[in-house]
């Protein structure tokens, strides 16, 4: 069972139920007599010392009775949303069982119904099952359970059609012992937490019909038939209403808070919490007036001291591809999102420098800021069905870049907007920037987003991951398009993927990351048998390719690399794996250079 | 589209059917049960003649549905007038409170929803998250009677502002569309709230910001667009449960409508006035959803390729 | 085992056409396409997961190992008893074949107690194959295993491929999208597009001399590093 998270609301709906449930279970005994007991002397008082929320037409208390009716009024719903839950659920189990046809029509009934306000199947029910607490409670029954059938079927739906069910499928279980161990576990709890939503809405709807006389009729008494009672006297003494008012308003909140809290804590996921640890960032050296991209002991902290990058410095030079290559968790994505003041909150980028095209980027304004970054780097991420807009369409979206930052009209913007889709080999150019990204193809749709790229001057692209989605033999067009805008253009690149045979096919000099550093970095002629670092080297040896021989075992790396969370303090965060760790490894080893342009963070290189 | 339209007949059928049937699945003799065990058995012998409840089922159920197409929706058993006019002249009241209430809650809510997950997004901002959550959390788990009866205490008897009941004026419109939108616009705005984060979180947006877009150009346009399909959706879904649910305050208020009518007609056991303003309002709420679906087709690009 | 023209049809739309391979026993035929290939689906079916048109001879007991080895887990059970699904044996001697099955994949036995979220990425996959190495298999369809893995895993992954092949003779339908992959397994290789099967032969053959311009294009997309 999942934990209630504890934020105010879940406290304050937990308290206002068990508070509910006390009074269910100690109301009638406390002070049933007091509310049955008819005072002639006293009818149809208001407030007073002795009827703090006065009488009734029998000159009963009416605070006894409100406290009294809450065992009633909670039976009442509780029995309600069972009816509905059982009624949904079987409805919603009906289709896995049925044959498909019949399966068919349950469902789109189910659909139907769903649509269809509650109140008013509740009104039809009640007319049939007649006026009084038997036809309110199954008319709000029937009316919450299509609710629950469409929640069984989504719920079922989806783990009918999970991957562990179609292995359990193959290895020959039991259809009956798939539904006990592997659908119903799964579908259980979503469900069970929901009840307590369901509850809530059933008192209410309770409440109502017998607010509007159409529930409990007396001489029984619940909530809904005691504010009945109350509004019609209203005019004259309204804090008759007030008790019953108050009753309902409470229940519905508590239980919506609580079942609102039940249905989140289903579904959570932990986000890091705890304070930022202040960083002191490393000093900076000499600016390299040539680099279009500097950066310098960048890093990104998480709350709690979390540091996914860690002092990274990488400096671009124009026109020149630097593939930065690294495993999922390494942090290269986030030193992409970094340099393009992307970080998601509560992330803190913390850097000595980080310069972009000739300007350091913590001396400008926010509005040049804005600026340089709006037209001098281009971004291309990884899902090109994701990275455009599906509302809009295409040449609209490249237009607009000219619009705000280079103050193009319409009219140029769109021209414009035309002639870079004709310059990343979109056919018929005119024709694509009046479509919806939904009717162009993935790779079409990529090539659209390195054109929006160029709508500014780009001094730097920085393509994340922008080939990993598609085929391979889109790949390789997407890869040629963007050395071929390299070219052409004069932007540096700096091209991020897992994929080490990728970045060795595309780029200039490769960077690779472990664990939020630089482990190493090396012209690509040296990649193949150059590379130095152990990480490096497992790396490439761990990559079959078309040269792969197919007689030896391929290498692997032992363990995993840690979480940025894991990453230790001192000494390099690779020793656990690295099988020529010694004893100094527990001393981190600094990026230093080895020959030119090749620098390498390991002791068993430099000695 | 055709396939749209062949559920929405279907639907109507259903309805028809569902809606004579009522008459008959009430246990006992409903004639009897509505007249009360003192009325002479002539009396009820003539009333069951006259609503055709002596001919065999599917003659009347052929029978009924004739007369609806023709406009006849039978006569009360209580006043002996035409169902149909009943209907006529209170199906506008309970129509311009539901349409009021929906389009004040679109405009309160969506803004609302929207400003508060780009305050809150990615976890930033928790109080304005916390208290954001526990107003709306509270403010929808109270039912509209009961917006309804305080607004009628504060500001009708208390204050005398307003009207407390009967619909007057102009200024008799205020307190029952509070009443009705207070919960929707908490509702509205937690799903507005969530689909903007949902938006948010996107490349798309990511790849806008990279762009470095000003936030009204971000938000407005880009956005906003995307999270509109699932408010008009909701926006469909929220105007037919508001007139159905608009019964209940129609109630409080006293308010000439159809709601005020069919809690009278069944607690009266007037059934051909119950059966006709329950398959009213059904037949009200289909075509309402209808109608929002053929707007989300014509509206929404991706909705098309989808049906095609 | 045979497939013989094998054809998956959706409606109108038709997936796998008419798709003949043949895996011989003990023999590890990789089939490699792109996205809409329909080389999934006919791992589907060939899985019996998925209604299919033609013949399948010679396999009767057909296990499969998915792609996402965070969705083939059942979240709520545990690896043991994961494992233990498939396996046939008497209650008694359960135990012992989960600890046997775990350490054919080079698990220790401790982790039959863990559950899915405790465990990697890797280690998930090594569970999904265990198990479906509890049913005896004389097939596996391993559906794109390594792609959701990282580069240094997936390598440890491929081993055991070969590995248990060469230990149990399982022969073994492997498919993927990576055509070095594929290449590093297989003794044949099927090249499917657009749900027809347009190339099929040893290794060697098809990545050396392709007949079909499709494979052509495709072995010349493969990202290669330059060894100097």
Known sequence: MARLPRTPPAIAGAFIVTLLVVLAIIGPPLWGEQAELINAGAILQGASAEHPLGTDNLGRDLLARVLVAGRFSLGLALLTTLIGAGIGIVLGALPAILPRRAGRVVTSTVNALVAFPGLLLAMFTAVIAGLGAKGAVLGIGVAIAPGFARLTQTLAA????????????????????????????????????????????????????????????????????????????????????LGPAVAVAVAGIGFNLLGDALAKAASRTTAPTGKSAGEVPPPAGEPDPEAVLEVSGLSVTFPGGVRPVRELSLTVAPGEIVGLVGESGSGKSLTAAAIGGLVPYPGVVSGARLRLAGQDLGELSEQQRRKLLGTSLAMVFQDPMASLNPALKVGGQLAEVAVVHQGATRAEARE?????????????????????????????????????????????IIADEPTTALDVTVQRQILRLLREVSAETGAATLFISHDIAVVGELCDRVVVMYAGRVVEELPVEQLATGARHPYTRALIASLPDMETDRTQPLASIPGRQPSPA?????????????????????????????????????????? | MLRRLVRFLASMAALLVASFAMIHLIPGDPVRAALGPAAPVELVEVRRAALGLDQPVPQQLLTYVSNIFTGDFGTSFLTGEPVAEVIASRLPNTLSLAVLATLLSLIIAVPLGMWAAIRTENGRNRGTDLTFSSATGTAVAIPEFLYAIGLVAIFAIGLGWFPPAQKAGPESFVLPIIALAAGPIAMIARISRVQTARELGTDYVRLARAKRLPGARLYLRHVLPNTLTATLTMGGLLLSSLIAGSLLVEYVFAWPGLGLKIVESITQKDYPVAQAVILVYGAVVLIVNLLVDLLLGVLDPTSKIKEA | MKIENLTVRYGSFTAVDGVSIEVPPGGVVGLVGESGSGKSTLARAVSGLVPYEGRIEGARRIQMVFQDPYASLDPRMSVGASVAEGVRAPRAQRQAEVERLLGLVSLPAEVATRYPRELSGGQRQRVAIARALGAEPDLLVADEITSALDVSVQGSVLNLVKRLREELGLSILFISHNLAVVRYVSDSVAVMHGGKLVEFGPTEQVVDEPTHEYTRSLLEAVPRLVRH
């Open chain 1, 158 to 241: 989806s783990v009918a059609g999970a991957d562990y069910v179609a292995a359990a499928r193959m290895l020959g279980v039991p259809r009956r012992r798939i539904l006990t161990t592997h659908v119903l576990p799964n579908i259980a709890e979503p469900l069970i937490l929901n009840l307590t939503q369901a509850m809530g809405g059933a008192l209410l709807g309770l409440a109502g019909m017998s607010f509007l006389g159409l529930g409990v009729q007396p001489p029984s008494f619940d909530w809904g038939r005691l504010l009945f009672d109350g509004f019609s006297r209203i005019y004259v003494t309204p804090e008759v209403a």
């Open chain 1, 416 to 460: 414009r907007a035309v002639d870079r889709l004709g310059h990343v080999h979109l056919p018929e150019p005119d024709k694509q920037a009046r479509r919806h990204p939904h009717e162009l193809s993935g790779g079409m749709r990529q090539r659209a987003v390195i054109a929006m790229g160029l709508m500014g001057t780009p001094k730097l």
């Open chain 1, 566 to 607: 894991q990453v230790p303090e001192q000494g390099c965060a690779f020793a656990d794996r690295c099988a020529l760790a010694t004893s100094r490894c527990a001393e981190r080893p600094s990026l230093v250079s080895y020959g030119k342009a090749h620098s390498v963070a390991c002791w068993e290189v430099d000695s």
